[in-house]
């Protein structure tokens, strides 16, 4: 089983907040990349409060290291599920998602409404799958 162990790599993100939480920012298993829960911190935990298209951009700006640090980037990116707490922000957030894709390049997506994230001041998170570069 050695040889199993060595197709698994954890992925921590140079520049992305360490998780507080015991998980890696992502894992990549042979070519799929398997991304967790994208947060809008920035630096030592900082993060914008009460603006949401800053969190939504410091958002996708960290799955945008997380993939580059695991060998992908968006357009390699095949699913994501994005949280909301306040459904209000869906027109914002699809605005600025659709910014860091191609036009028509879009992966596929789940958006949810949460009651609550982690982190009370989280307006929204990230989590999904990429393949790596070929």
């Known amino acids: 089983m050695t040889g199993h162990a060595t197709m698994l790599q954890r992925i921590h993100a140079a ?3 360490r998780p507080f939480a ?3 920012h992502a894992a990549r298993v042979g070519h799929l990349i ?3 829960g994208i947060t809008p911190f920035r630096g030592e935990r900082e993060i914008v409060v009460d603006d949401f298209p800053a969190q939504m951009r410091q958002v996708m700006d960290n799955l945008g290291a997380v993939l580059r640090a695991a060998g992908s980037d968006y357009a390699h990116v ?5 949280q909301l707490v306040r459904p209000g922000d869906f027109g914002d957030m699809n605005r600025i998602y659709a ?5 028509g390049a879009f992966p596929a997506r789940a958006t949810c409404m949460v009651k609550a994230l982690p982190v009370p001041e989280f307006m ?3 989590h999904g799958m990429a393949v790596v570069i070929p």
């Open 22 to 24: 015991p998980l890696s």
């Open 15 to 17: 520049g992305v907040t």
């Open 124 to 126: 929204v998170q990230v």
């Open 78 to 82: 095949a699913k994501l599920e994005v």
């Open 34 to 36: 398997f991304v967790s």
């Open 99 to 103: 910014e860091y894709f191609a036009p």
